[in-house]
Structures are given as structure tokens and as C-alpha cells.
Nanobody, 113 residues
Framework: QLQASGGGLVQPGGSLRLSCAASGSIFSNNAMGWYRQAPGKQRELVARITSIGSANYADSVKGRFTIFRDNAKNTVYLQMNSLKPEDTAVYYC?????????WGKGTQVTVSS
């Protein structure tokens, strides 16, 4: 499993940085993604990054979120700025495309005043 961390409660306009550490040597050769699932909604892809650092974002987070990775640490990050209440969700990391056996518990992000 890939376990995300760094979530919490933040006010609108605030920032959080999520982290996800992977074990094993396959991390650096694979694209990674951050996903989220809000209550009553399907899980969606938020951002993805190739093995060499090329990133793509969902339209809803473009310009506010940044995905980056440190292959030496087998870690992928999601820097979230200008957070909005609609960003409230459980955030997960996984490979891209996602692999069923690697869904962890996720980390809760709540944006509320």
C-alpha cells in the first residue's frame, strides 16, 4: 500500500502539503498520481506526474496545486495552496494508472472556516 499523510483541517485560502512514501525500487520508474474522494462522490484524479517529473492537473486544481517527487526518497508530494471548501476530501496516492493493491487509507483534508 501507499500511505498518504499530511492532511488536516485548514481555513479557506490556506495551504497543506501531502506526502506519500513508497517502498521498493519500482517507484522511480513509474508515474504517480494523487486522487481524492469527497463524500458521496467518485474518486477522481487530482494530479499526476511522470517518472521524469512532467505533471498534469485536473482543471479544478490547476494553478493552486503542485505535484512533485523526490525519487531518491521514493516520495511524491502534493502542495495545495488557496484551498477551497470544495477541496474537502480524502486524498490518496497511487501509481498512475492506479493499481488496486496499492490503495491506502488516504488522508483527510477538510477546508472549513
Amino acid at each position: 500500500q501507499l500511505q498518504a499523510s499530511g492532511g488536516g483541517l485548514v481555513q479557506p485560502g490556506g495551504s497543506l502539503r501531502l506526502s506519500c512514501a513508497a517502498s521498493g525500487s519500482i517507484f522511480s520508474n513509474n508515474a504517480m498520481g494523487w486522487y481524492r474522494q469527497a463524500p458521496g462522490k467518485q474518486r477522481e484524479l487530482v494530479a499526476r506526474i511522470t517518472s521524469i517529473g512532467s505533471a498534469n492537473y485536473a482543471d479544478s486544481v490547476k494553478g493552486r496545486f503542485t505535484i512533485f517527487r523526490d525519487n531518491a526518497k521514493n516520495t511524491v508530494y502534493l502542495q495545495m495552496n488557496s484551498l477551497k471548501p470544495e477541496d474537502t476530501a480524502v486524498y490518496y496516492c497511487n501509481y498512475y494508472p492506479p493499481r488496486m493493491d496499492y490503495w491506502g487509507k488516504g488522508t483527510q483534508v477538510t477546508v472549513s472556516s
